[in-house]
């Protein structure tokens, strides 16, 4: 799919209507004047300033304006056109050096040749685009299951990754099928069927470990600037998650580190489980094997608990509470918990052999003198085994979904069979099932009873062939027999239903969804429009988060990002689980709220943590709970400070205009740049920090031609973001080098700092909300765009105006466009 808004400066009325410099229709009174082709209007535009560099002879950049003279060439040299386009919208054409157009002449040919384009995309035929079989990814594979059998493990996370097209998984064209998942969803059959009809299988306990982000790093013995009693800020602690098969109890194990200093009071470690402490275990700095006054090395050491969790993923945290509390004034350097806090006396155990009490008294005077470091202890590595005493037999909630006959724990009679099949079919096909299809099933029923085994063997025999059915793995849409094979159709209602559904939630129908397909009403616009409002309100739509946001703003990539641990050490999991929940509760704001799209860009709030507050500078917010945060008087606001984006798009080791202006060009303006061509060298960043800025470097690596052309346009977006380092934090300077965060983009126009760039970006929000639909729209019909498509992201941009691009006007305008609604005809050219 190609790009369509390009980036460019925006055109006031005035300049749009006039086309001075150019062939006019004049006035006309009576006989009305043929109007210029495109390419008679652009001609001398052309003339006076391209066709020196970019003639047959020359072609410049591979573009030989000469043959885009001839009739129609919208059509047959599309490529060229944009091209063309792009490069006077941006300023880049002519190169500095040149004699310029004027502005006007420059806003005449813009406007006539999108015109041109846009009358060229309407004559096309009419086409509603056909969406391959689409077999479901691994998130809705999982949101499926869940929801027709209410099961709690997620069995798609054993599949190979999905492949990507378009930028998103979920492209009916890219998601094969090999057979090796094909054994995969036979497995994964049985094991689901099973689980839902008679409970999880029985586990033998197994151990898992996780380490707090390995052994290389080396412990922490500053005081933090900010204290948070909990520990959960501090690197003394350790944060994973962890996916707990079933419902069961666990024994945790937490491996200690460090030294504790003389003399201080015991030391508290908590578990937490999803942001909730749940258990406290203590030990004291003079128990274990032995008495002694010195500093105590709990290397080796272990505490160790039993807990009863559930089913699933679980955000884990072991840290030590209070631990800079009842530090003895020895050890020197300020005591973050402000508490006042005196030596301990000297006091020996029952016991105590009296011919030792003069050397240990001695001992215990010359610690008290010394000025140890200061605290250093810390959980090392959390290991989990289990289950053990796990639950028994099939979920409450499972056996309903299956057996709806009214009685799910025994007593069926042979009326029960049809019913059973016919919910769990129809559910699972995401339509009715036929009168063949539930024959079979009830067959299979059949056949497991006269083999001797139970009626609810048969049940699950029969759920396993729903689950590897084709109609459960693809959502498959038919062409209509009546409809003409050349003209599009509309698809059925549950084909609608399952779009809409898999659009927001990821998921199949629910029941209320479902009930407007089976009763015909879903298309009407009342029915629509209130299933639309529901279904944005409820919890499944933070789907469009994970999925969807996830993927067009690439945040998802945080779970692989590795930033240097040398120069970033305060990097660790809590930061980034943290990073990410920030930018997927504030995209579920916007939906939830149903704000304006341009909030995502604009927007002086966020969502945060302790953790994450404390990194950002930002006071006020305790404990690890999320809320809304206001950013006035910040440096923060919209996405593009959010430290989910700043991160993806750095190096490990250091920030990158090229990667952040590319990634602005890509998912906020929809003019991604092409592939740099081969050969390019690579930016020398070895002094980077020390004599040279990286602004400085790039600008020596722009005096190649080659690199010149691209980079003229992504080096000064990324620049506007060159106060926040690799990993969010903002700063002033890089190493000794002062940044410069200000841009100067090819068509004049110069800002600085984030705040500028913002300023910039609203002033050409029309090509943000362009690209956020087409992104959007992708994303709905599981399918890349085509020129065909472009009249309709324009006509969803147009009316979505008038709601200030309200997230809901846009997701309206979206399902009850045609490419939504309608299915074109196989026999299309």
Known sequence: MRSWHLWGPPLSLSLLVSMAGLPTLGNQTTKTAPAPSLEQAVGPYFAKHCVTCHDTANKAGGLDLKALQKPNSTQHAREAWESVLQKVQTGEMPPKGLPRPTPTENAAVIRRIQSALEQADKALPSNSGRVTAHRLNRAEYNNTVQELLGVEFRPADDFPQDDSGYGFDNIGDVLSLSSSQMEKYVAAAEKIARTAVFGPERLAPTLARHEAGGRDIPLRTDVPARYDETGLNLPNALHTTHRFPVNGEYLFKLGLNGTRPLGSEPLAFTLWLDGKKVQTLTIDAEGGSGFTFDRQDLAGRTLECRLKVSAGDHWLAATIERLYEGLPPSCGGPNPSKRKVTPREFKLPPGFPPERVAEFRKRFEERQKEKPQLNDARVNSLEIGGPYAQAVGPRDTSLRKVFVCGHPRGGHTAACTPKILKSLASRAFRRPATPKELDRLAQLVALAQKSGDSYEEGISLALQAVLVSPHFLFRIERDQPTAKPSTAHPITQHELASRLSYFLWSSMPDDTLRACADSQTLRKPEVLQAQIKRMLQSPKAHALAENFAGQWLQFRALESVKPDRERFPGFDNYLRMSMRQETELFFDSIVKDDQSILTLLLGKYTFLNERLAGFYGIPGVTGPTFRRVDLTGTKRGGILTQASVLTV???????????????????????????????????????????????????????????????????????????????????????????????????????????????????????????????LLTYALGRGLERYDRPTVQEIVRRSAAQNYKFSSLVEEIVTSKPFQLRQGKGTP
């Not at 990634?663 to 960043?685: K, T, Y």
């Not at 126009?749 to 913002?758: I, V």
């Open 649 to 775: 798009t750095s190096y490990p080791n250091r920030t990158s205009p090229v990667l952040r202006g590319k990634w602005i060009l890509e998912n906020i303006l929809n003019a991604p740049p092409p592939n740099p061509p081969p050969g390019v060298p690579n930016l020398d960043v070895s002094a980077v920090g020390s004599s040279l800025s990286l602004r400085q470097q790039l600008e020596e690596h722009r005096k190649n031609p080659t690199c010149a052309s691209c980079h003229a346009r992504m080096d000064p977006l990324g620049f506007g973001l060159e106060n926040f380092d690799a990993i969010g934090a903002w700063r002033k300077s890089d190493g000794t080098v002062a940044i410069d965060a200000s841009g100067s983009l090819p068509d004049g126009r110069r800002f600085d700092g984030a705040e500028g760039l913002k300023t910039i970006l609203q002033a050409d929000r029309a090509k943000f909300v362009d690209c956020f639909t087409t992104k």
